[in-house]
């Protein structure tokens, strides 16, 4: 059967900082060559000690973290905050978020989240001896359209965007769709397998076709330029 | 292995007004019960008849048909029209799309694409006897982030939204991010493995959770109602 296999990663611990993430990841023996390795944001964060006290009893204490950690505000309605992170990304609240964090602290996104993401990639490289691809993904609402989804912040060895330009479709004619996000689409199919509540921080994707993993990085390629932007 | 499984339906064939399209999915083999099996839009168009003649020289023509299509137009940029469809979903083009489809026409979304969904499930079970969830998905840009993503443009059978409001975190806390647009990641998933170029227009999922099946539509659950939206 062709096609793509998604399972989680059991067993997984509650990560401190400094706890050694990336080694840990390539000591797992359910990896294997050409696999996509998806990890979310909430673990990649804790180990690298992105994790930061807050007073969950006084509102302002959340919003003055998320502003420190915005870069500009896109919109604001209640105690939600829309806005623009360093990375580029908008999402709400800077990516701050206070659920699966030990009470009384807020976790923040990884720093330099596709340097995240090399990190564990090289690392199991090294150890492991196997290439794989690694996505950070974090939840993220959108404009439109209810609920959540998991998108990719930070990538490794995976392309984030598979180019079509230049192929035909099944009727022979130059495809008008040509930039797939297929990054976003294999952490929203991790997403699937881990559930929230669970305590699943990481899955592995197997099956992607071998000309999607090259370099490239989610701030390069898929943080869209303002210029190009038509809704900010 | 738990986790999930997704692998397209080859040899589909290309489709016209009038086809069959749930009879020739039921009478698939491949289908089990508990499966969700995720189409395109694009062949749910062709086999309603939503294809329409255009002068493809003429960038009017295909203007003309994208201005009847949307009810509200929220942006313009050169030949770009973001706008809102008549289902509520905000899109490229009001959907309206040359790709895959014969020159000289452009493919428009199905009327009801919850409809077309419930049909295919209905027929699905009429026939072959199973109980499946079943999507309509489309490629859709999105602000902000670079590259196209799949999303579920109508639904049956599969619960749009998975709302784990009172379950808690995996360090007891409750859960702040509530409502996970799943029809959206299995849309995207289902993606992965069809290729844009190669004629795919359906694919399986299997492995989805049991409890993840229930009624409900994508224009009730997911298109968000501008009052509560922030970017209109």
Chains 1, 2 share one sequence.
Do not use: Y
């Not at 794989?132 to 974090?138: H, K, L, N, P, Y």
């Amino acid at each position: 059967m062709t096609g793509l296999q998604i399972f989680p990663l059991p067993g997984l611990p509650e990560f401190v900082p400094g706890d050694d993430l990336a080694g840990m990841l390539a000591a797992r023996n359910e990896l294997e060559d050409g696999d996509v390795l998806v990890v979310t944001q909430k673990i990649v964060s804790k180990a690298e000690g992105r994790i930061v006290p807050i007073d969950t009893d006084d509102p302002r204490g959340h919003k003055t973290i998320v502003e420190e950690e915005s870069v500009r505000v896109l919109r604001r309605r209640g105690e939600l905050i829309i806005s623009e992170t360093s990375h580029g990304f908008i999402c709400a609240n800077a990516g701050v978020d206070l659920s699966n964090v030990e009470h009384g602290h807020a976790a923040l996104l990884p720093v330099d989240s596709d340097r995240s993401a090399r990190r564990i990639r090289d690392v199991v490289k090294g150890i492991a001896g196997i290439e794989i691809g690694v996505i950070i993904s974090d939840t993220f609402g959108r404009p439109w359209r209810r609920g959540v989804t998991d998108v990719a912040i930070g990538s490794a060895g995976i392309g984030p965007i598979l180019d079509l330009r230049g192929t035909n479709d099944s009727l022979g004619r130059e495809l008008m769709v040509t930039e797939v996000c297929v990054v976003d689409e294999l952490a929203a199919a991790a997403d699937l397998v881990m559930g929230k509540s669970e305590g699943f921080g990481a899955a592995i994707i197997r099956g992607v076709p071998a000309d999607w993993f090259r370099s490239g990085s989610i701030v390069d390629e898929i943080v869209r330029s303002p210029a190009e932007d038509l809704f900010r």
